[in-house]
């Protein structure tokens, strides 16, 4: 994958778990503005690494920060393209009480799920399926905003779950879709797992049955489904993972802003060359 696409895909990401902690005006800032921003950025990249007079390091670098505030202040109470809900569901929903427990002092897994599907409304029992890569053919394919996942955990016959501990039920990428991607890097102690950014439930009893709707601001990729145990002193007693699926996000780009894009990345480099001309003569006027 490009390093201009791990760009938007992060700038996506952060636009939607941002929430309240980013805005500006009052309002939440939209995926556009930071479509904008990563345009900006590439466009800066490309004219310090191009050869001429347009090196200009700090120039340019002002130029960018003053283009790129505008953006945000011009676009900071603009509304996310599905709304802003997004920021409760892609960012951790719970503050972590255990901070120092790790999945290999846990291990073996001791907690099991099954999963099954509701696909176009019709309830399926897929196989499962142990393979990480997006074309295994074991591989469900399930489209955000229409389909859910039926979750069944319960500890395994071996392991006796205590009666006053609490399950929290969280999704996770497939170690495929962390690579080249820091913001979701695996980290063995639990409350730092970016791997799995997004409670689905918590405070669930020690065995039970959940459906989670997939919502349409769930990125594309492949995921599996993580249980773990929270003991009543808060810290973490157990977990288990999943097998995989695949979820494909509704693309919600609309056409104006892709047309956008396309008129700012045509006329970006020409803008700033033009701002560097400008200054130059002023310069020398001086």
């Known amino acids: ?31 556009f503005a930071f479509y904008l921003l990563i345009f900006l950025s590439r466009t800066r990249e490309r004219t310090l690494t191009s050869p001429g007079p347009v090196q200009n390091a700090a ?17 900071g109470t603009s509304q996310l393209p599905q709304g802003v809900n997004a920021a409760a569901a892609l960012t951790k929903s719970i503050s972590d009480n255990d901070t120092t427990t790790t999945y290999t002092s846990l291990d073996p897994q ?13 309830k399926t029992n897929a196989v499962p399926c142990d393979n990480d890569s997006p074309d295994a053919a074991c591989m469900t394919t399930l489209q955000a905003d229409v389909d859910s996942v039926i979750i069944n955990y319960a500890p395994k016959p ?28 695996y980290n063995d102690v639990i409350s730092k797992n970016k791997q799995c950014p997004l409670d689905i439930a918590t405070n669930l009893p020690p065995s039970g049955e959940y459906t989670y709707f997939l919502p349409n601001y769930i990125p594309s990729a492949t995921y599996f ?13 157990a977990y288990g993972n ?23 990345a045509a006329i970006g480099p020409l803008g700033l060359i033009g701002f560097f001309i400008v200054e130059m003569k002023l310069k020398k006027k001086a």
């Open 59 to 75: 120039v340019s670098s002002e130029m960018f920060k003053s283009i790129a505030l505008s953006a945000l202040l011009a676009l």
């Open 1 to 31: 994958i490009s390093r201009a696409n791990l760009n938007l895909e992060f700038c996506r990401e952060f636009a939607l778990t941002c929430g309240t902690d980013c805005t500006l005006g009052g309002g939440t800032p939209s995926a």
């Open 110 to 122: 001791e907690y099991a799920l099954d999963l099954s599907y509701i696909i176009n409304g019709e």
């Open 242 to 264: 999943s097998t995989y699926f695949t979820v494909n996000m509704i693309d919600d780009v609309l056409p104006w802003m892709q047309a956008v894009s396309g008129v700012l």
């Open 225 to 237: 489904i993580q249980a773990i145990e929270i003991c009543e002193d808060g810290t973490y007693c």
């Open 158 to 185: 071996e392991y006796e779950a205590n009666s006053t501990s609490t399950v929290r039920l969280q999704m996770c990428y497939s170690t495929p879709n962390t690579a080249d991607r820091p913001w979701r890097k």
